[in-house]
């Protein structure tokens, strides 16, 4: 494994391991953190994976990790790559298990202080809204046919069924479609965990929040966004559920004999692909779109939920119970984008693992309302903690594919964090910090610990000081459900 002595420092947060630090690297290694947090990079294997994610074939200017970085699948969690649409290759590893794992925030025009008298009977309206925890049934409930629709259609099929508006669709990362979706390249099996469960949290990191805007940093960007301090905000944090987890698991089964078919050497296994013009590459591509338009409908049912517990709640009592939406973006992802390499215009499959898109001020797939200021990159803390709104800067284009960071990134494993924290003391802990608490797993509570993960706020800085998304606004939850 790499030591600290391997890395050049180029800056203050750029820190580079060159490529002939082993053989096999096609491109160098880089990491976006400050010194603190590139010390603490080197607590588990998240560095050995980046670098084994350099020998990929066509992957270009380097294999890259941003602050929240912390060991995963094959590719670190916060890892980034790009890899050449025409000559590289396609991983399921550069992507996760939980396929479009994402956050959507939806704002309302209400102060705390209107709703505080009713923040208890909101929770249990929200949790009865949207279901959580391992399993469990979602909102909806679609059957087979109308599932391909919708894992072709995404957010379109959505709005066609009256569980969408227009701006949704609008304010939601590719309009909540990503195309090149092949039902047919889904397992029967990933299909039948699918058909019920659209509209569901489920379990793990994910989470629903009632939170508060405490700060505003950038008011032009928060203006065009629509937030202001004080205002009533909800988060909503999850993925494809077992649909896009069955996905990934089906195609690092099948890639491995592409790996022989096509005579690509890997360090790890775990890093199994495809080229990305091949027929492998082509399906799991095709499967992967379809468990992304899957998670943007999850993450769309479930708006719509929130939408009706504030209206059950609310309605009579204050004088708007409406959300909007902000933004819904994508954290687990390969795309096919342009971007320049070596002075010139390239076509490239991003693959963010634990990453966010952060585009700039006038990129075209920014929404034409925010296109002056730039898109909003959404940012969760962990449970309990600050959550951030930050905005897209021409320097993560520049620098890191655009892309930025996902969230605060774990420094414990959840078995080491429910040895060292009880269910329900934290419980009782977030409750006495004003902070309601709804959950349906003691155990799956005590995985999600704050002290489980990094601090949030410090790699939000680090972000903001490399440039490459500043600093909107700063979220304090008044409530969480888990999973």
Sequence with gaps: MASKNDFQRIDEYTWELPKDYRGDMRVPVRLFVDEELFDAAFGDRSIEQLVNTATLPGIVKYAMALP????????????????????????????????????????????????????????????????????????????KRELDNLLSDGASWALKQGLARQKDVEHTEEHGRLHGADPSKVSQRAKERGLSQVGSLGSGNHFLELDVVRAVYEPEAADAFGLREGQIVVQIHCGSRGFGHQVCDDYVKKLQSAVQKYDIRLPNRQLVCAPIDSPEGQAYYGAMACAVNYAFVNRQVLAMGAREAFERVLAGNVRDFDLRQIYDVAHNIAKFEDHQVNGHSARLCIHRKGATRCFPPGHEAVPADYRQVGQPVLVPGSMGTASYVLVGRQRAMELTFGSSCHGAGRTMSRTAARKKVWGHDLRDALEQEGIAVRASSMKGLAEEAPLAYKDVSHVVETVHGLGIAHKVARLEPLGVIKG
């Design 68 to 143: 929240d970085m912390h060991q995963g699948y094959g590719f670190p969690i916060g890892g980034v790559a790009g890899i050449d649409a025409s000559s590289g290759v396609i991983s399921p590893g550069g992507v996760g298990y939980d396929i479009n794992c994402g956050v959507r925030l939806l704002a309302s025009n209400l102060d705390w202080e209107e709703i505080e008298p009713f923040v208890d009977e909101l929770m249990d309206a929200l949790y009865q809204s949207c279901p959580s925890g391992l399993g469990g049934d979602g909102r909806v409930r679609v059957n």
